[in-house]
Every structure is written in structure tokens, then in C-alpha cells.
């Protein structure tokens, strides 16, 4: 009998160990939930982590009010499946209460707002643990983000003063008003999570999948058309035959021409691609911190 | 400004067509580096990526671009690994950044570490989860003060596997003498270390000299490359299939009618093999029961073994909480309230003789006291400072604890889960210790 784990099985089992380790040190932890593949496959993962038992922690959705139809769909969908709870923050009840204001021009985005929002609701629900589904392979400065994040009580990243993270033993102790955001699939990557949703047959939303879509071009990329972006007179409409590798806003999420209609069609195309997932992804483009900037504001 | 060559002969690497179940029986490997600004390591690092086809386009093209606005010769592979705005402001590498490539035989987890002294507890961090450490030696400089330093925390730590990769070959004019040469005064070196299975690799990491493909410079070397090494080394032995340890997480009981009985353990298998009908102890109580049903997200399990995350339901009702561990009536671990221990400190303030820490050992958390400092280790000679030793920021060294509560632990040479603890500062809640148990 040879004892060996493959890959997908060793980074569930530590996946469901992060999350029990939540479970156990937290007094009131959430799930962020973004309606991407990442915080599914982080929800089906705590589902396995304490079946027969419900889900502990809520879900807690961000919604720019800028969103797919599909993304919602699946969302409550999936909520209603595994009887979970959710919470929805209203990036526009925000700006209804002039916590924010909204951001003008072609290239204007929800994006940045989210986190006024996000720290609100962390604030009203005493949240003292956020679970995300962030990933170090994503982008640069998530290569160093611990499993553990330490928030301070305003909910910010300080990248230089990091507790360090040892064998397995996860030091989730705080003082009043911090926080912590935990990320369960640190070390899975984009090909990881397509094999892992295909090997255990999960559902997944129908954006990921090739559709026919009205899209137009703009900055290397297609984006959707959408009441909630402005289009500029030279920007044309045509129908292509696309995908989304990654699911955020309808504003900044950048479509892929592709024909991958089943999940191994997309780990073909993930295996074989080129450019990186958040290639597409325009708020990452902004400057070659931003992704830096608005974590250590208090970003997911 | 050159652009690096394309590699041709390996393009299967990315472009060959997935077969479709083919990811199905990869393994997991996580290895670590150290090393500082001139010795190479973030190219060998680009290089292991950039040659395994795990760049990606808009990523190169971004490297490229800030290449030329430094106005360097070369595409700099290094600027790949450096992740904060600080570090590439100066060039240094000041965390543990974690990368991520594979090959269709392994995935692997690259925890890459600074290498100057003042980073001693990254490395230890980098460490203390890692298969396999690369050392990195400059064929120019031969084994120096830091190769030392790095195998000893290597040791320390108790990776089973070391890869010393033997850099800059080209430098050299790929001379066999001078690999030969260095290769045995580490030898003579390494005699006094704990890891036994010790590869050696003459390589460019620079021009890609036996990093993925072989290296038509060195005819004499007749070794494998470095990526074969990795994606072949045999790890499934590494871990400890023996004694069971089972460190109780979490107790799952649902509220539901369907239910209403059910008590399950849940945790991650330390080490050790579990199956339904074993004779189980429960420690600290002593209890014993056996087990009823092993299982995950309700799917029975034939048996589990380390480092799987299970529930496990037992036979009888007894008390059991989270910190309790399972393990078998003849094989138990060390229960003690008096530890010693390899500490490693993270802190810059001192560690404190009868000072109190909270300490987390497993699922287990206690209080200690700081009895006694034995030694200071000097990590670029493995000398023991006893004279009025005192431990401080990235020091290493003996000490002797009393904790509120048994632990149940084992030597770390003997299990990496149940040997390891670390220190919290009760007052900043940081963490400012680690620890491994001595035998």
C-alpha cells in the first residue's frame, strides 16, 4: 500500500484545515463571497470541512450593484443548496449615504469603493475573521499575503510587519477591534482549482463556459456590454464567442475569445494559455502597485 | 537590450495536450531557497520558471519593459520574484514570497527566502514546511560562510533532502575540478549535518546550464538537471506513517434531526495510519475506545493517513475536545510539562529567562515559562556560546520550558507536526518563537 496524496488531495486537506482552524480560534467569522470560482470552490471546501454540520459562517457578498445576472443567479442558487446565510453590502447603499462617491469617466469602477463597503459591514456584523479566496499566484503582492492575515483596527495591511507562519500552527490572536482575513486556497493555482472543480463535478456558473456575448474592445480587451459602462462614439458592439476566466464586476472583468464549453476544455485552455487571469482584469492595470495600494488599505 | 533565447527542445513542457486524467497522479513538492542579492538565486528561480514554460506573456513583457528602464543587458528573470514595492525599490528580496510552477509529473511550491543573516527567521519560516532546500553555491567562491548557514538551518529544520546547486559554472569555464573541489569540502562540511540524502548540480542558472535542459558545456557531468532531480526525488517516504497522531481540531455536532447523536473529531492527521475497528487512546484523559467510522464530506473512508483531513467517530461517548489527540495505546508520544527545546527568535525584543509566553503546540494551547537558556548556536559554525548566552532577534539556541499543561509531543527529528511549537508575546499577540522539541 504506497500512502500518497495527489496534489488536488494534499491542498484540500490543508484548505479544510485552514478553515476548521477558523472555526476553532474565531468567535465570529464570515465567508467574502464574490460569486468567482474562488470563493465557490472556498465555499464547497467548507461545506466538506464540517458536514454533516451546516457551514459556520455566513456568506458575505460585496455587490457594486455592477454585477452579471448569471453571477447572482448561481449565487442564490447555491445559497438556497447548501443552506448557508447571507449577508449582502451594498456598494450603493455607499454612496446613497455619501460614504463614497462615485467615480466619473469611461474608466470609472466600483472596485475601490468595495472596500469602504466591506469595512462597514465588517464593522456592523463584528466580524473578527474574513475568509477570502485570494491566491498567491495571482498576482505579487498576494505572493507574500500569510494564510493568517493580521488587520489592524482599521482594517489595514502593513506588507513589512507580517507575523511569521510556521508548520502548520496558525496564530490567530488579537486585541479588540482587529481582525483578521484568512485565505484558505493560498496555495492553489488557477489550473489547480479548474482540476479540482472537475474531479469533484461542482457546478459552476454558466460566464465561465463559451457563450455568445455582445461585447466591444477597449484597452486589449472585451468587455461586456452593460448599461454601467459608458461607451466611447469609436467603440463598436459586435457578437463574439467568449468566456470569463475570472468573474468580478461587470466593469473591469475583461471576456477571453474562446470555445471551452466543459470544465476540461478549460483546463486544456488554462494548461496551454499565455497570459495570466487577471491579464484581463483592468483594475489591476491602473499602475504596477494597485493591487499593493488597495490591500494594504484594507482590500480583500 | 538581448532578449532571452526561447527554449525549443522542451516545448512540451506547456504546449503538449493535457491528458485529460493525467493531473490526476501529481504529486506536491515544496522546496525553499535562500540566498542574498549576488549569488543568483532569484535567476535560478526565473529560470526554473521561465524554462518550465510557468511565464506568463504579460508577465515577461512587464519584466522585460522595467529591464530596460534600469537599462540592464539582460532580461532580468530576477525582478520575477520580487513581490513589494520596498523590496523592489532596493533590490532586496525581505519576506518569504511564495511561488508556484509545475510540470505534468509535480506541482511544486518554491518558498523563497533572503539569505543575510539578519533573515535567519524567514529562512527558518521558509523551512519549516519545505521537502527539499536548494543551496546555492558560487563556483567562483566555493563554500562559504553562507552555504554553512543555510545548510544548518536546512538541517536544523529537518528538510530530508538537499539539492546544492553549484552556480555560475560559466564563470568557470564549466570546469569539472572546480565542481569537484567543492563538492567535497561540503561533503567534509555536511558530515556534521542531519540530512543525509544530499544531491549535487553544476549549473548556469544565468544561461540555463542543467536548470531544465542539459548542458552541452559540461560532457563530464553525467547527473540529471536540476528539474529532473525535483520532479523525481522520491518524497513519499518522508513522511511518518508509523505512529499515529491525531490532534483533535474541532467537534463537529450538528444541530439537525438526522443528526441528532452524531459527534465527530474532526482534524488533520499528524502522522500515522487510522482505520474503523482501531484501538484508539485518547490523550490527556487516557480513555480508550475504538473507532467507528472514518470519513469526509460523508464519504466512509477504508482507512486515512497523514496528512489528510478527516472526522473520525468513535465507538463511545467520551469526553473529547479540541487540543486532545488520538493515538494508539502502545505507541504513545511524550507527555511532559518540562520541554527542551531548538528555539528560533523572531522578536526584537529578547527572549526573557522566566519570562511567560503562550505557546501553540498542534491544536493545543498552553502558557510557559522560560527557565533556562542552554546555548546559543552560532549559525555559521554550529558552535555552542555557553558563557551568558541571551537570545534575540534571529538567534538561535537551547532552551528549557515549563508549560501549564502537558504536552503531548515528540522529537522534531521524529514528527515535524507534534515536534514543533511556537512562542506568542501575550501582550502584542505576535508570534516570537519557534520551537522544535529535542530528543
Known sequence: MSYTLNHLKTLESESVFILREVAAQFQNPAILFSGGKDSILVTYLAKKAFYPAAIPFPLVHIDTGHNFAETMEYRDKLVEKLDAKLIVGSVQDSIDHGRVAEEKGYNASRIRLQTTTLLDIIEKYKFDACIGG?????????????????????????????????????NGRMNQGENFRVFPISNWTELDVWQYLAMEGIEMPSLYFSHKRRVFYRDNNWLAESPNIPMRTTEVVEEKVVRFRTIGDI????????????????????AATRVTERGGRADDKRSETSMEDRKKEGYF | MIDLELVTD???VKEEKFDANSYLNMELLRFTTAGSVDDGKSTLIGRLLYDSKSIFEDQYEAIKATSEKHGDQYVNLALLTDGLKAEREQGITIDVAYRYFSTPKRKFIIADTPGHIQYTR???????????????????????????RHSIIASLLGIPHIAVCINKMDM?????????????????????????DIHFIPVSALLGDNIVNRSENMKWYEGVTLLYLLETIHIASDINHIDLRFPVQYVIRPFSDKFHDYRGYAGRIASGVIRPGDKITVLPSGFTS???????????????????????????????????????????????????AMVCWMSDKPLQINGKYALKHTTKDVRAVIKEIKYKLDINSLHRITENPSIGMNDIGRISLRTTKP?????????????????????????????????
Open chain 1, 134 to 170: 485570494a491566491r498567491r499566484d495571482e498576482e505579487k503582492a498576494r505572493a507574500k499575503e500569510r494564510f493568517f492575515s493580521h488587520r489592524d483596527e482599521f482594517g489595514q495591511w502593513d506588507p513589512k510587519n507580517q507575523r511569521p507562519e510556521l508548520w502548520n500552527l496558525f
Open chain 2, 172 to 196: 568557470v569555464d564549466y570546469n569539472q575540478e572546480v565542481f569537484e573541489k567543492i563538492v567535497d569540502d561540503y561533503r567534509t562540511f555536511a558530515t556534521r549535518l542531519k540530512t543525509k
Open chain 1, 251 to 270: 466593469t473591469s472583468t475583461g471576456a477571453t475569445l474562446s470555445s471551452a464549453s466543459t470544465l476540461n476544455d478549460i483546463i486544456q485552455e488554462v
Open chain 2, 122 to 148: 524567514n529562512m527558518v519560516t521558509g523551512a519549516s514546511t519545505a521537502n527539499l532546500a536548494i543551496i546555492l553555491i558560487d563556483a567562483r567562491k566555493g563554500v562559504i560562510e553562507q552555504t554553512r
Open chain 2, 290 to 340: 475504538k473507532v467507528k467510522k472514518v470519513e469526509l464530506d460523508g464519504k466512509a473512508l477504508e482507512e486515512a493517513f497523514a496528512p489528510m483531513s478527516v472526522t473520525v467517530l468513535l465507538e463511545d461517548d467520551i469526553d473529547i475536545s479540541r487540543g486532545d489527540m488520538l493515538v494508539r495505546e502502545n505507541n504513545l508520544p511524550r507527555q511532559s510539562q518540562d520541554i527542551e
Open chain 2, 10 to 12: 522542451n516545448e512540451q
Open chain 2, 407 to 439: 504536552l503531548c509531543c515528540d522529537a522534531y527529528t521524529k514528527n515535524r507536526d507534534t515536534g514543533s511549537f511556537i512562542l506568542i508575546d501575550e501582550a502584542t499577540n505576535v508570534t516570537v518563537g519557534a520551537c522544535m522539541v529535542i530528543d
